[in-house]
Structure formats: C-alpha cells, structure tokens
RNA sequence: GGGCGAUUAGCUCAGUUGGUAGAGCAACUCUUUUACACAGAGAAGGUCACAGGUUCGAGUCCUGUAUCGCCCACCA
C-alpha cells in the first residue's frame, strides 16, 4: 500500500498536480473524450469579472456547474463547458479612471479616448490571469481551448454583426429618452447603478395659481406650463382640459394649460402637480402622452439655464433657497414641510443622478419582424411565448412567474452608454448622413462616440462562444446548450436577453433548462459586502481545507434558487469527510487482492444485502442528478458513504476478515473494493481532487486493475451492480 | 404601491404525486478497540408561525392573519 495513505489527507500536496494531470489530459475538451458518444451536454459559464477575483458567489456557480458536467462527462455524454471573462465595461473604466486620477491627477478627457483604452487593456492583461487560476484551482473542468473574452476580435465581431443585422430588420432605433445622469461623473448610467439614499428634504407648497402645488425640487419648475389633475377629483371639477389659466410664477406671468389625466395620485399632497418632463421620467411620459413641449432647466454639469432668468448658471443646490426666497417675497410660498423621501445617487461617483433626455440607441421589442422560420412576431411576443411553451423551462418554477411578468411589461430597450470602454456602435455621421456600418465609409464621417450596453453582448453569449455568425461545427453540435446556471439576480438583464437575442438571431432557444442558485450569505445570514470586511475567500479557505471540502460545503442544503449560508465551521466539517474517504480507501486497501477483483464470488446473505442497499444508492443519486437536484444527490451519498459503508458495512467486515472463512473473507474484499470503487464515481464530481488521487492510487500503487482504465474523470457512472 | 417567496430541533436547512416528522453542525454521556479521535457507540431535542377549511388522514392542498425577506416601480 502506499505510504501516503499513512496520514491523513493532504490537499495541498496533490490538488494541482491532479489539476495538471486533468488537463493534460485533454479530457476538458470533447474532441478528445475516448468512446462512443452519440450525446452531447454544453453549458457556457457565467463569465466572471476579467479584473475581478473569486468570491463564494462565483465559487458556488462553478462548483455547481463543474458537478453537472463531470456527472454528464462520466456518464458518457460529449460534453462541453465553455470558459470565459466578461469586459464589465462600466467596472473596469471606472477602475482605471480612478487609477489613472490617483497617480497622474488625469480625467479621462485629459487622456483622450484612444490613450485610455490603451491603458484600460494594459491593466486587463495585468489582472486577467488572477480569475483564471482560481476558476483552475477550483477543479472546474473547462475546455480552455475554446476560452472567449467578450471583447476579443471574434466576439467584437459578432457583436457588431449582431446590431447590424437587427438595425436592418428594423428593431434598432434611435430616439429621445430620459436617461439617469450623473452631472459628476459625466455619464449615463443604468438603473441598476442607482443607490437610492433616504434624505430629509424639503416639501414646498407653492401657489400657482388658483392651484396648490407641492415639490421638493422648485429649481425645476421655471418652464412648467401644465398642470394636471385626476379627471374625478371633485375639488377641481369646476376646471376643464385644456383649459388655459393666467397666473403668476417665479419670473413673471406665464399662461398654464389644465392636463386632466387618471395617473395623478389625488391622495399625495394637493391633488395637483406641474410637469417637468425633461428632468422627471413620469412627467416625461404624461408629456409623450399627451405630446407636450419638453424643456431643458438644468444643463449637463448641474447649473440651472437661460429660462431660469436670474438664477442661470447657478448649481440647482444654491438656487433652491435662493428661489423660495424669491417666490416667498411674491407671496407664492404656502407653507413648507419637512419631508422624508429617497434620492437617487451614482453608486460610483456618489452624486446626485438628474434625470435628462438625450438621443439614444433602443431595440423595439414590441415592432413585428420576421422571423427565421418566416412568421411574424415581435421580440416581447417570442419572449414570452418561448416560455409558455416550455421550449425554456425553469427549475425552480416561481421564477417563470417572474419572468412571464417581466416579459410582459417589457418596454424598449436602451443599448447606448456613454462610456468609451465597450462595443462602439457601428454607426457613422456625416452632416445629416447616417451610415450603419464596422468600418468608416470615409473622409469627414465620424463615428456614434457611445458604446453598447454590456448586456447587449452578454445576450449573445451562448453563441458567439462557438463561432457565430460563422455556421460551426460547434454551434451545430453545442447549440442550444442543455442548462444556463446562474445566480437569480440576473434574470432580466442576462437570462431574457439571451433568449431575446438567441431567439432573434438563431431562431432556436439558448438553452433548455434555467438552474438559479440562490445568493450565499455568510453565517448570520448576512449579505457578503467589503463594507462588512465578512467575505469568505474561496481559495483561502481551500487552503486550509481542500477544494473538495468548499465545493461540497458550498452545495450541501442549497436548494435551487433559495439563498445559502457559508461560514468556516461547515467547510472545516467537510474536511473531515475528505479525510474520512481516505481512510475508507486505505482499509479496503489493505484487505483487498487483485485476485478478490478478477475471480468470481459466492455472495453470502448479508454481501448480498449491502449491494442492494449500494444499487439503491446509486439509484437515488443518479435520479436527483438527472433532475439537476445536486444537493439532494450530495446528500444522499454523503448519508450513504459515511453512515452506511463505513460505520456498518466496513465495522461488519472486521469480523469476518478476523475470522477464519477464507471463502467469505474473498467475497468481503470483493465487496468493500466494489463499493469503494462505486463510491469513488459516486463522490467524483463533488470531491474531485481526492477521489482521483485515490483512484490513481488503486491503479497505479496497488495494482488493481480497474475496469474502466485511466483517470476517474472519465471512469463510467456507475450503473446497478450485479 | 405591484409581484414573488419564507416561517419545520439551539443553529443551518431537507422533506418530489397528502400516509407514524429527517439530516448536518452545536450541546450531552460513554469509548482511546491498528481504516479514520479530522473517530465510534448512545441518548436528548419539534403543537412543522397562527386560525379556519377539504380529507379516513395535512409539514404537504385551499382561505385568511401575523412576522421576515427579495425583486420591480417609485408619488410630484
């Protein structure tokens, strides 16, 4: 026997030499997995962070995903798990801008486009490499010759083939919205970047008018002319539409105009509010509505404009006094109120966020196209029919509730970012010319300067990973993929647009199956935060404990789609069963022969009994598997290994290997060696480090022959022992 | 405000066609017997949030209440 097996087990000494030995296997990639293998199983990876670092969230989505590729890899399905890094455009420039400022005191606009690009992949190149050893250290079996990037050449293609061809089938288009400003850090930013912070404020009731009207923000009032109403509000029955009404405001006399619409809350306030559908996203829907004049107040660094008179060239905070002042010398002042309300601020730059209309890029989800099997439809309507129909299914069903919801009430969709870290939109300008094309039609044409929304990329990914637009043998054999795994947060940003795109371009599904793990939380329950210094480093706890050990401390009592707890105790828990294996392994070891194995046995009652309860085992594992249940699976072997091989039926097999009946001291090793051997393929994709090093320790040291040859990664699942 | 969940042992959670309540940690008792003390044996611990209903039978299905959580939209 070898001598290893006289201590106890040690991570650290074999994990990335077996990691070595896997990969240099080639296995990760299907080409080259022996056997015949009529089936295949892909799944592409949630790309994590180029720039970013491990974290129990990505750890937790690739133990789940590596466990269900090596479980379809075993069981003899041609199986593909795609490798890759997303640009997180926003996070990244960000990052490098706050560098950049940090050392040089330079802003973006000091460098210029071109140099901060330049620098922006510079400090990728630098930090690239740190994400992909730790996906490596945690035995995830990714076929890396196929590993993509988002914005390498051939996926900066498709994407740019992507808008074109969506522009000609007429669902891009450009137009005026109210976008979320950040004045301080001179961008847009999505909705999912707000923080909204609680403030005391302000609520100034002003009176215009015969009317009482209340706001918190008077500094955007200077061009309202509309004034709206509920149409059943008996307090202002005696006013009509469109009715026009004389009256004083805050730079003279103006005349206002009665909207009556049904949205206004008659509850909040007076009843009564003015409209300011430049700075106000539901002011500018009542005005697209009832097609109103819009009017810019404030410019794009926060300082309010001409209309404001006076105050122009004021920043909207020192106005705000400066106004009520004004109105209250007027006597236009009716009273003031404290008030408690949410403000929208940049969670990057911590400034205020000023609602602004500006010409962007959308997609139409609700304009007819043709699709590809010549029917007509819209992008809203294939969305939500995909899952009515099942050609999607969701593991966890409330989530196509969610879905179904979203898809629904699905509005146009904002691509356009004004960032410079990204895919350049592949438009051109010249005068009032407008071209849609990659590269420039020539002299005095400049290009749109924003780029497209990383999610606009993101939704092409389970295709542009193999080869699309070009007609690959990958993208006929891999695609649609068998399962999407990803955390639920992502649900309408990534995993709609994926079937929004895939459905659009390929006219197939992403994906069959959606698998939704929950969040991990740390031990009280907590979300993991920096502010809360309690995240847990998956690698540093491999460390101390083994890789193994964090998988299967990840998955066990996960349900799909419900939010987990990690802390050290439970990994230093699963440590002992890695060891507990070992030992297994090492007491079979020493009581088996290589003839236990070649030479057929006479089972008595009681061997008999333990490979039924074996068969029953596997049973139950591979049906939780096949259901995508890995932690019930996890569960069941775990119970199996531990409590019944070891406990019961090794503590039993003392007594007769003890004994004195040679005949039924054979047939105990043949047991033991089969159930360990069963228990190995068993546990492989939970604990894939030790059990390969004991597997190669059966081959090689002892001399057993195994069945299936070669490394456990591609031994075959166990089938019912007979 | 709209939507979706959760409530089961001290803690974390399972419980898949309704059929005598389960696991892991933690705590308790005993045991150092060459696979493992990173262990074994044993005992303890629950009105399954609450109130109704359907049923021979409900943790499970239905209705309501309470508390907690998440997502979306945010009220001038």
């Given amino acids: 026997m070898d001598q290893k097996f006289l201590k106890p087990y040690s991570p650290d000494e074999t994990e990335a030499a077996i990691y070595k030995r896997w990969e240099n296997s080639g296995y990760f990639n299907p080409d080259n997995l022996p056997g015949d293998r009529p089936d295949t199983f892909s799944i592409v990876l949630p790309p994590p962070n180029v720039t970013g670092t491990l974290h129990m969230g990505s750890a937790l989505m690739l133990a789940i995903e590596d466990i269900i590729v090596r479980y379809k890899r075993m069981q003899g399905f041609k199986t593909l798990w795609i490798p890759g890094t997303d640009s997180a455009a926003i996070a990244t420039q960000a990052r490098v ?71 000609e089938a007429g669902l891009i288009y450009r137009g005026h919205r109210i976008v979320n400003w950040d004045p301080k850090g001179q961008t847009t930013i999505s909705d999912d970047e707000i923080v909204y912070e609680e403030r005391k404020d302000k609520l100034y009731y002003l009176k215009y008018g015969p009317f009482i009207i209340g706001t918190s923000r008077p500094e955007t009032k200077f061009g309202d002319k509309y004034v709206v109403m509920h149409p059943d509000d008996k307090r202002y029955a005696q006013y009509a539409d469109r009715q026009q009404i004389e009256l004083e405001w805050i730079n003279g006399p103006i005349t206002a105009i009665v909207i009556k619409d049904p949205g206004v ?10 409209i300011t559908p430049w700075h106000d996203m539901a002011d500018f829907e009542l005005a697209e509505k009832y097609d109103l004049p819009k009017e810019q107040v404030i410019d794009w660094y926060g300082k309010l404009l001409p209309i404001a008179g006076e105050f122009a060239g004021m920043k909207i905070t020192d106005a705000r006094e400066k106004i009520i002042e004004k109105l209250a010398s007027k006597g236009l002042v009716e009273k003031i109120e404290d008030y408690t309300h949410n403000v929208a601020t940049a969670e990057r730059t911590g400034g205020m966020i000023e609602p602004q209309i500006k010409l962007q890029w959308f997609i139409n989800v609700t304009k007819e ?9 819209t992008l809203r309507d294939m969305m939500t029919q995909t899952v009515e129909n099942g050609d999607v299914t969701f593991l966890v069903e409330r989530f196509e509730k969610q879905y179904l919801h979203w898809a629904k009430n699905l509005r146009d969709w904002c691509i356009s970012r004004q960032i410079w870290f990204g895919h350049r939109i592949p438009v ?9 094309q990659v590269d420039s039609p020539g002299d005095g044409w400049e290009q749109d300067s924003d780029v497209l929304d990383t999610w606009f990329s993101a939704g092409l990914w389970t295709f542009t990973t193999l080869g699309w637009p070009d007609e690959t043998e990958d993208l006929k054999k891999y695609h649609p993929t068998a399962l999407i795994e990803s955390g639920y947060d992502i649900l309408p940003f990534w995993i709609a647009r994926m079937i929004m795109m895939s459905g659009f371009h390929l006219g197939t599904v992403p994906f069959k199956t959606i698998y939704f793990h929950g969040l991990v939380r740390d031990g009280q329950g907590r979300k993991i935060s920096k502010s809360l210094g309690n995240n847990i480093d998956p690698v540093d706890m491999a460390k101390k404990y083994g890789m193994d050990a964090v998988r299967i401390a990840l998955i066990m009592g996960m349900a799909p789609g419900t939010d987990s707890k990690i802390d050290e105790n439970k990994i230093r828990g699963y440590k002992n069963f890695a060891n507990k294996i070992w030992n297994i392994a090492r007491f079979v070891l020493e009581n088996v022969e ?24 596997v049973r139950e594992v591979t049906r939780h598997l096949d259901e995508y249940r890995i932690d019930l699976a996890a569960d069941a072997v775990y119970h199996y290994v ?10 039993r097999s003392k007594t007769v290997m003890n004994g004195t009946d040679v005949v039924a001291q054979r047939a105990t090793a043949w047991k033991l060696y089969t159930i360990l051997i069963t228990s190995l393929k068993m546990l492989h994709p939970y604990m894939p480090f030790v059990t390969e090093e004991i597997w190669s320790s059966l081959s090689a040291q002892a001399g057993l022959p195994m069945k299936d040859g070669g490394m456990l990664m591609i031994a075959r699942w166990p089938a019912v022992v007979e």
């Fill in 265 to 274: 809350d008659m509850e909040f306030g007076t009843g009564v509010m003015t």
């Fill in 594 to 617: 290589k003839t236990d194995i070649e030479e057929p046995h006479t089972l008595s009652k009681e061997d008999a009994d333990d490979i039924t309860e074996l068969n029953r085992t």
């Fill in 642 to 651: 531990w409590h019944t091989f070891a406990d019961q039926v090794l503590e």
């Fill in 97 to 167: 801008e706050k560098d950049i400022q940090k050392a040089e005191g330079k802003s973006r606009h000091d460098l210029g486009r071109p140099e901060l690009l330049k620098r922006i992949d510079a400090f990728i190149e630098t930090t690239k490499n740190t994400i992909i050893d730790q996906m490596r250290a945690m035995g995830a079996s990714l076929d890396w010759s196929r590993y993509a990037y988002t914005m390498d050449d051939k996926r900066y293609g498709a994407v740019m083939h992507a808008f074109i061809k969506m522009y």
């Fill in 428 to 436: 051109w300008y010249r005068g009032n010319d407008m071209k849609v």
């Fill in 369 to 377: 196209y043709t699709a590809k099997d010549g029917t007509k439809t």
